[in-house]
Structure formats: C-alpha cells, structure tokens
C-alpha cells in the first residue's frame, strides 16, 4: 500500500518542531478527533509496527503523533481521519529516509548542539517547573525527549545541505525582478544621533541648564555625551532621527559633520544637544546588494521543486513497506 498524498518535505522543520511542542496541546483536524480507546492505551497497541523503510520500524505511536502535529489541510472539505493517516505516514516516511540519509553521510549533530537545544527548549516552556509538567503530559522521559530533539536537529541539517544550499534559482529572474521595480531596491537616509534630552518642566530654567550641559560637553576633549552624570532633569539616548518625525533634531543634525555637537536645540517638547554619530545618503542598492532579497522573494517555487527532486531521490533505493493499519483502528469520536 502506497499513500498518495504528497506532503512537500519544506515542511519538514515544522512538522519535527510540531512533534516536539505540541505535546503540550495536539490538536487533531476539526471534526476528526482522535479519541484514545483504552486498546489503543496500551503499550502493545501503539507499539505496532505502521511501516517498515529499510531496517527502520516506525510505530503507531510515532504514526499517531504525526497526525496530531500535522497541520490542518485548507478546502471545502474537511479531511478524513484515513486521509490525515495517510498523509501522515507518508511524512513520517520521508522523515525516516532523511535522517537515515544524514546518518549515513555522518551529518548528525553533537551533543553540546543537542544540550544547547534542550536548554533552549525549556527556556521557551518557562522554566524547569514548566518542563517537567511537559515531559509528565507527554508521558515521555528526558532521554525519549532528546533522542527526538538529536532527530530533529539532524533531519534539518541534511534538509539545509542538500535542499536549501542546493536550491538555485536563475540569474535572469532575479535580474528581472530587480528591474521591475528597482524602488523596492532603496537603502533609506539614516541619521543617527546621540542626545541630549532635558525633561520638561514648569520652570523657566530648562535653556540655562541646556547651556551648561552643553559647556560640560565641550569641556570633554573627546565631547561625549555618555560621560555626563545622569540626574532626574535630561536622559541621553541614540536616537535614529526621522526627518517627518523630528524635524527639528534632523535640520540640526543635517548641518553638522560625524562625530561634531550641535548647540542647544529647541523642540516643540524640550530642549537637545545632538552629536551626529553617522550619517548616509538614500541610494540606489546594486543588484548584488539587493541579492538576499530577491531570492528571499522568488525562492518558494524553486525550493518547492528542488524538495519534490530529493524526496524522489530518497525513495529511490529505499525498499519502503506500509502495513494495513486502517484508520478504523483508531477509535473516532462517538
């Protein structure tokens, strides 16, 4: 038996990283829920044996966990459960025959890689609190846990190798596309400042102490703003100045060369002293500048391809064998 419903194996990251968090709340397709019975409960049920790639079994666990961390399929009808099974086996497949290819070419990752992972991972579940709950939902020990977050790890990094590094796109449609509309192609003004903010308040004393900040500054051979003592009367800041934005602090700082400070500048809010840290003109991007936008842009197609081309390539020599294990064996909503 042969699924024919083609999942595009771009997926692969996010179904693996599926695999690992949703533990924490799988959601089957609506209206096909999977409702545990108590045979599928039991260890012996969800250790049987779905398919057989090479010398690998994949279990009606590993099958089950797919179907739930699968994401939902788009039309006007809803997917049925022998559907979503099929679909599911044919993803778990081609993960197997990836990371068989990966561990053949010596592509798996280390164990600090895995370690830095793992901290990463309860990092992102909020804490150790929060982790052990996880492991305790899934019903799943450490050690189950990173040999997933090892396959994981792995499976992307042969997909990076041989899909995305290999992906080409032609150089004539990315000169095109940068010809259509060069506009898009632009490196913005940017001004950027450090400055010297007083708060405002009710008294009239705001200039004078701006004049002497000021003097403190020029008094500094190096006239760093930073080196100011902070009080509760102004902030210092790097500020990007935007010139429909602050008008004011961009005309300034527009007349001063890098590294010079302005006088004392007043705002509709406040009064500043700038120092202009760096400045660059708008410009046109050149076409090689431009590159990692284009391909960012025009990729999905010709990635899509070269996946299909090495999920073939991977089925190959693969001596794949799906066994019976009808959906009906999972017990539907009553």
Same mark, same amino acid.
């Given at each position: ?19 690992v968090?949703t ?6 397709p ?17 250790a049987t044996?779905?398919?057989k790639?090479n ?17 939902g ?53 909020g ?26 790890l792995?499976i ?14 032609p ?5 095109k596309e940068?010809e ?34 000021l003097?403190?500054?020029?008094? +500094?051979p ?20 935007r010139?429909?934005r ?10 001063l060369?890098?590294q ?29 500048e ?14 899509e391809?070269?996946t ?8 190959? +020599? ?17």
């Amino acid at each position: 038996m042969k699924s024919t419903v083609r999942k595009p194996l771009a997926l692969i990251p996010l179904l693996l990283t599926a695999l690992v968090v949703t533990g924490c709340a799988l959601r089957p397709p609506a209206g096909e829920h999977l409702q545990p019975s108590p045979a599928a409960a039991k260890a012996e049920t969800l250790a049987t044996v779905v398919a057989k790639v090479n010398n690998a079994e994949l279990s009606m666990d590993a099958l089950i966990s797919m179907m739930n961390a699968l994401p939902g399929k788009t039309g006007d009808q809803p997917e049925t459960l022998e559907q979503r099974r099929q679909r599911a086996l044919e993803s778990l497949v081609l993960l197997e025959l990836a990371y068989q290819r990966a561990v053949a070419l010596g592509l798996n990752v280390g164990p600090d890689t895995v370690e830095t992972a793992m901290v990463n991972f309860k990092d992102a579940l909020g804490g150790e609190k929060e982790y052990r709950e996880y492991l305790a939902r899934r019903n799943i020990t450490e050690d189950a846990l990173r040999s997933e977050v090892e396959r994981k790890l792995t499976i992307n990094r042969i997909y990076t190798r041989e899909v995305e590094d290999t992906m080409a796109i032609p150089e004539e449609e990315l000169k095109k596309e940068y010809e259509k509309d060069k506009q898009q192609f632009v490196q913005q003004e940017k001004v950027s400042i450090v400055d010297v903010y007083l708060i405002r308040d009710e008294d009239k004393t705001a200039k004078k102490r701006a004049r002497a900040l000021l003097r403190k500054i020029q008094a +500094d051979p190096a006239q760093d703003p930073w080196k100011l003592v902070l009080d509760n009367t102004f902030m210092v800041r790097n500020l990007i100045v935007r010139k429909e934005r602050d008008k004011e602090l961009y005309d300034a700082a527009r007349k001063l060369k890098p590294q010079e400070l302005s006088g004392v500048i007043r705002t509709p809010d406040s009064f500043h002293i700038v120092k202009l840290k760096e400045y660059s003109p708008e410009r046109q991007l050149t076409f090689e500048e431009a590159r990692p936008k284009l391909e960012a842009a025009l990729k999905g197609p010709y990635l899509e391809k070269r996946t299909q081309e090495w999920e073939q390539g991977l089925k190959k +020599d693969a001596t794949i064998v799906l066994l019976d294990t009808p959906a009906q064996q999972m017990q539907e909503p009553r």
